[in-house]
């Protein structure tokens, strides 16, 4: 079945080529088109395109479908195109022709654009809630180690003292500021495009203003033409939200497995969490930081690809954004899986506490040594070379001390701040008002 079909048939060839992935990845936006439906079906009878007396039995047929499409059995039918086609199908088995109205005032390219910001609106949502998990974690971290030193590197050299605090802290700011990118991502996302139809327009007199209500998005993408264009942007603002969110991840993960390593033991992993090797019976591998490193390092290429997929193309709809449905679709589940893994694991990080006690860390603190000499009076470039001549000479032996007082710094970790930015701005998501539209429209 499809929704243009004029009684001439598509050759083989060109239809399996054409259809491509659409009908295993439109089962996932199955839902998403059932809610659209249901909020547009409402719009309809209030224009009376719709019988007062026909909307009840296309909301309990709709609801009904809706609960089905849950499940995991839910497939779209072979022959049957996708799942603006399947959905169609599914009603006039039960209703006949009545069923065939709910295509009235929409295009497939207004009812994919839909499906898409409403499927990208729920993850996000998910990303957002995992992502805060994961910053919570950080900061719990973070206060109960504060008072453990460890090494700073620059150009990978031993450089100055830092702490298990400030390193535990460092992610959770990071993953506070990729919330301020998702909530960018989200409020692009949360606009309706519901009623531009094939981008221009309809000449029925749609109410777009009430599916917007009903469908809780905070705005309307008002222009038609622009709804469309919205098509690939949406996709692109929101793949970079992914892709910052998985540079920190994977940067989180590089140091992780660094500081695991022998030759660090910064860190370790309970036994369990780690993997061995078919021929090594020592090792204990950090296989799931690396794999979530190879994850977040191919998720950072997703903006491209989108990019060079519609960075050529005028306004209007093409079927080449149908292959952004195969790359941005899978993203959120793979990173989903990453935030998961890495709370799990990083709640069971074990640190050592005795860093420090390798000679080899003494010139950590050359630079507290040359502030010391600073603060009782001495020029501070004489100090530099009064400290570099005792390392020099095999003179130096610090007090293996910090007095950091300033804010962000070893001494001042500014959690209490770092948390009320982060909460700042979950302030800022929705979640309530679009979760309470979406369950009023379904009872």
Same mark, same amino acid.
């Given at each position: 079945?499809?929704?243009?079909?004029?009684?001439?048939?598509?050759?083989?060839?060109?239809?399996?080529?054409?259809?491509?992935?659409?009908?295993?990845?439109?089962?996932?936006?199955?839902?998403?088109?059932?809610?659209?439906?249901?909020?547009?079906?409402?719009?309809?009878?209030?224009?009376?395109?719709?019988?007062?007396?026909?909307?009840?039995?296309?909301?309990?047929?709709?609801?009904?479908?809706?609960?089905?499409? /849950?499940?995991?059995?839910?497939?779209?039918?072979?022959?049957?195109?996708?799942?603006?086609?399947?959905?169609?199908?599914?009603?006039?088995?039960? /209703?006949?022709?009545?069923?065939?109205?709910?295509?009235?005032?929409?295009?497939?390219?207004?009812?994919?654009?839909?499906?898409?910001?409403?499927?990208?609106?729920?993850?996000?949502?998910?990303?957002?809630?995992?992502?805060?998990?994961?910053?919570?974690?950080?900061?719990?971290?973070?206060?109960?180690?504060?008072?453990?030193?460890?090494?700073?590197?620059?150009?990978?050299?031993?450089?100055?003292?830092?702490?298990?605090?400030?390193?535990?802290?460092?992610? *959770?700011?990071?993953?506070?500021?990729?919330?301020?990118?998702?909530?960018?991502?989200?409020?692009?996302?949360?606009?309706?495009?519901?009623?531009?139809?094939?981008?221009?327009?309809?000449?029925?007199?749609?109410?777009?203003?009430?599916?917007?209500?009903?469908?809780?998005?905070?705005?309307?993408?008002?222009?038609?033409?622009?709804?469309?264009?919205?098509?690939?942007?949406?996709?692109?603002?929101?793949?970079?939200?992914?892709?910052?969110?998985?540079?920190? /991840?994977?940067?989180?993960?590089?140091?992780?497995?660094?500081?695991?390593?022998?030759?660090?033991?910064?860190?370790?992993?309970?036994?369990?969490?780690?993997?061995?090797?078919?021929?090594?019976?020592?090792?204990?591998?950090?296989?799931?930081?690396?794999?979530?490193?190879?994850?977040?390092?191919?998720?950072?290429? /997703?903006?491209?690809?989108?990019?060079?997929?519609?960075?050529?193309?005028?306004?209007?709809?093409?079927?080449?954004?149908?292959?952004?449905?195969?790359?941005?679709?899978?993203?959120?589940?793979?990173?989903?899986?990453?935030?998961?893994?890495?709370?799990?694991?990083?709640?069971?990080?074990?640190?050592?506490?005795?860093?420090?006690?390798?000679?080899?860390?003494?010139?950590?603190?050359?630079?507290?040594?040359?502030?010391?000499?600073?603060?009782?009076?001495?020029?501070?470039?004489? *100090?530099?070379?009064?400290?570099?001549?005792?390392?020099?000479?095999?003179?130096?032996?610090?007090?293996?001390?910090?007095?950091?007082?300033?804010?962000?710094?070893?001494?001042?970790?500014?959690?209490?701040?770092?948390?009320?930015?982060?909460?700042?701005?979950?302030?800022?998501?929705?979640?309530?008002?679009?979760?309470?539209?979406?369950?009023?429209?379904?009872?």
């Amino acid at each position: 079945m499809k929704l243009w079909e004029k009684g001439v048939s598509v050759d083989a060839a060109i239809e399996k080529f054409t259809v491509g992935k659409d009908r295993e990845l439109d089962v996932l936006l199955a839902p998403f088109d059932i809610l659209g439906s249901i909020a547009h079906v409402i719009m309809l009878e209030s224009i009376g395109l719709i019988g007062r007396e026909e909307l009840p039995l296309l909301l309990t047929e709709l609801k009904s479908l809706y609960q089905e499409s /849950l499940k995991p059995g839910f497939i779209i039918e072979p022959g049957v195109e996708d799942i603006h086609s399947q959905v169609e199908l599914m009603l006039t088995r039960k /209703l006949g022709d009545l069923g065939k109205k709910i295509h009235s005032g929409r295009s497939r390219n207004d009812q994919v654009l839909l499906d898409l910001k409403l499927f990208i609106r729920s993850r996000l949502e998910t990303i957002v809630e995992k992502t805060n998990i994961l910053a919570g974690i950080m900061l719990e971290k973070s206060e109960k180690h504060k008072d453990v030193l460890m090494p700073g590197y620059t150009h990978l050299q031993i450089a100055m003292p830092s702490s298990f605090g400030l390193w535990f802290g460092a992610w *959770a700011e990071s993953l506070t500021d990729d919330l301020m990118i998702l909530q960018s991502a989200w409020k692009l996302t949360n606009q309706n495009p519901l009623g531009s139809a094939a981008g221009y327009g309809s000449s029925f007199p749609l109410n777009r203003t009430l599916t917007t209500r009903l469908l809780g998005f905070e705005h309307l993408n008002y222009n038609v033409i622009y709804a469309q264009m919205g098509r690939g942007k949406t996709e692109r603002v929101v793949s970079f939200a992914i892709s910052n969110l998985a540079a920190t /991840l994977s940067k989180l993960a590089f140091d992780v497995c660094l500081y695991m390593s022998q030759n660090f033991n910064f860190v370790s992993l309970p036994d369990e969490l780690t993997t061995g090797s078919s021929i090594m019976p020592h090792k204990k591998n950090p296989d799931v930081f690396e794999l979530i490193r190879g994850h977040c390092n191919k998720l950072q290429g /997703l903006p491209m690809q989108i990019t060079l997929i519609a960075n050529n193309l005028p306004s209007g709809y093409f079927r080449d954004l149908q292959v952004m449905k195969e790359l941005i679709l899978p993203a959120f589940e793979e990173l989903e899986a990453c935030l998961d893994i890495a709370a799990y694991a990083l709640d069971n990080i074990r640190i050592n506490h005795t860093i420090l006690e390798d000679r080899k860390y003494d010139y950590l603190f050359s630079v507290e040594e040359v502030n010391k000499l600073t603060l009782k009076g001495m020029p501070f470039r004489d *100090a530099y070379k009064e400290i570099g001549r005792q390392i020099a000479e095999g003179e130096f032996r610090p007090e293996k001390k910090v007095d950091h007082t300033h804010e962000g710094s070893i001494g001042n970790l500014c959690l209490g701040e770092i948390a009320a930015k982060k909460e700042e701005i979950l302030q800022g998501f929705n979640f309530a008002d679009v979760n309470h539209a979406i369950t009023k429209l379904l009872h």
